[in-house]
T-cell receptor, first 111, second 115 residues
Framework: NAGVTQTPKFRILKIGQSMTLQCTQD?????MYWYRQDPGMGLKLIYY???????DKGEVPNGYNVSRSTTEDFPLRLELAAPSQTSVYFC??????????FGPGTRLTVL | AQSVAQPEDQVNVAEGNPLTVKCTYS??????LFWYVQYPNRGLQFLLK??????LVKGSYGFEAEFNKSQTSFHLKKPSALVSDSALYFC?????????????FGPGTRLSVLP
């Protein structure tokens, strides 16, 4: 039981490049979330999903897209990277809206 | 609007002394409250939660939290701090907000336990 896994752990992008952050959970959780954590700040919700095929925007969705084709996977897509997207990205999952379990994070730098 | 406040950016305590990390919240309806801990370069780890029942909740690593409805607080406590408790602590509330039934996190409190 690996919990929530995220890849890659680190990435440097140039402005305008695109990439996908991968997130997988093996706990059969229906809810999944993407957060960003900026230095010295708390977590801000980017997108969330309540089940396969259902996604919705969080507090800071601009510049990102998500999909949820399976229960296990919830990738986050950055289409045109901007310096403002430099952050640490965390994926989390939960059974309904109970305790969230977090992945180890992806540290992204956009130059 | 739903919100969580952690009034202290930093808490310093000597090893062996009791510690308290404060959290207050504002939410419609009955709150579901959580504490998470984040060690350097790691994701958040669940410590404890309050949903209903006894106002004193016990969690992992000897931590406990006290729910106070009248003061809308959920302070995290530990009777005897360890150096290894040094980390970033987040309070969170499950709330019905503009984004559906979801979690709102506080800004975090950095705990430093001095040997």
């Amino acid at each position: 039981n690996a919990g929530v896994t995220q890849t890659p752990k680190f990435r440097i992008l140039k402005i305008g490049q695109s990439m996908t952050l991968q997130c997988t959970q093996d706990m059969n959780h229906n809810y999944m979330y993407w957060y960003r954590q900026d230095p010295g700040m708390g977590l801000k919700l980017i997108y969330y999903s309540v089940g396969a095929g259902i996604t919705d925007k969080g507090e800071v969705p601009n510049g990102y897209n998500v999909s949820r084709s399976t229960t296990e996977d919830f990738p986050l897509r950055l289409e045109l990277a901007a310096p403002s997207q430099t952050s640490v990205y965390f994926c989390a999952s939960s059974l309904h809206t109970d305790t969230q379990y977090f992945g180890p994070g992806t540290r992204l730098t956009v130059l | 609007a739903q919100s969580v406040a952690q009034p202290e950016d930093q808490v310093n305590v000597a090893e062996g002394n009791p510690l308290t990390v404060k959290c207050t919240y504002s939410v419609s309806g009955n709150p579901y409250l959580f504490w998470y801990v984040q060690y350097p370069n790691r994701g958040l780890q669940f410590l404890l939660k309050y949903i209903t029942g006894d106002n004193l909740v016990k969690g992992s690593y000897g931590f406990e939290a006290e729910f106070n409805k009248s003061q809308t607080s959920f302070h995290l406590k530990k009777p005897s701090a360890l150096v290894s408790d040094s980390a970033l602590y987040f309070c969170a509330v499950r709330a019905l907000d503009n984004y559906g039934q979801n979690f709102v996190f506080g800004p975090g409190t950095r705990l430093s336990v001095l040997p």
